[in-house]
T-cell receptor
């Protein structure tokens, strides 16, 4: 199956800083999503982005399908951005999740 | 539009028992997927249903089963519970198979 690697595994930022999270995948995909999991376990859909670039407020994402990676940018981070960010990809079958990036934003 | 709902939210069982978890998708969504999340294994795909048919199944033993009803609601069942089945079980729905997935709040299962 498709392998998904996320980096870095942990990230600590000061409020207001910018960050880039990376997701590498091992094969072509039909579906790529970024999620934020809050401390209560709820997974929030951030982007559906199998290719191209999208922006939503302070967050944006870019997927370069031909090079098999996706990037999630967080600008002007806030303490509420803390949590775990997951990248998930699907080829023809099941959706595979990366191990996540745990982001801590300090006030 | 109401989001994905899962019941129960918390559950405590003992080894050997069985459990049934329920998921109601977003209205109009016909695809439901189930995932298991544990600290050691992360998020793992269990199965996906679309229009009452299982489309895909993850690498889990036969003790894990599921079904989908005509109103798109889905249930998953775990028989002969083991300690290692303790996990957060997440359900996600999408309009079509392979579409954008929206997750429910999960069911936390503790097996003693």
């Amino acid at each position: 199956g498709i392998q998904v690697e996320q980096s870095p595994p942990d990230l600590i930022l000061q409020e207001g800083a910018n960050s880039t999270l990376r997701c590498n995948f091992s094969d072509s995909v039909n579906n790529l999503q970024w999620f934020h999991q809050n401390p209560w376990g709820q997974l929030i859909n951030l982007f559906y982005i199998p290719s191209g670039t999208k922006q939503n407020g302070r967050l944006s994402a870019t997927t370069v399908a031909t090079e098999r990676y996706s990037l999630l940018y967080i600008s002007s981070s806030q303490t509420t951005d803390s949590g775990v960010y997951f990248c998930a990809v699907a080829g023809n079958n099941d959706m595979r999740f990366g191990a996540g990036t745990r982001l801590t934003v300090k006030p | 539009k109401a989001g994905v709902t899962q019941t129960p939210r918390y559950l405590i069982k003992t080894r050997g028992q069985q459990v049934t978890l329920s998921c109601s998708p977003i209205s109009g969504h016909r695809s439901v997927s189930w995932y298991q999340q544990t600290p050691g294994q992360g998020l793992q795909f269990l199965f996906e249903y679309f229009s009452e048919t299982q489309r895909n199944k993850g690498n889990f033993p036969g003790r894990f089963s599921g079904r989908q009803f005509s109103n798109s609601r889905s249930e998953m069942n775990v028989s002969t519970l083991e300690l290692g089945d303790s996990a957060l079980y997440l359900c996600a729905s999408s309009f079509g198979a392979g579409g954008t997935q929206y997750f429910g709040p999960g069911t936390r299962l503790l097996v003693l």
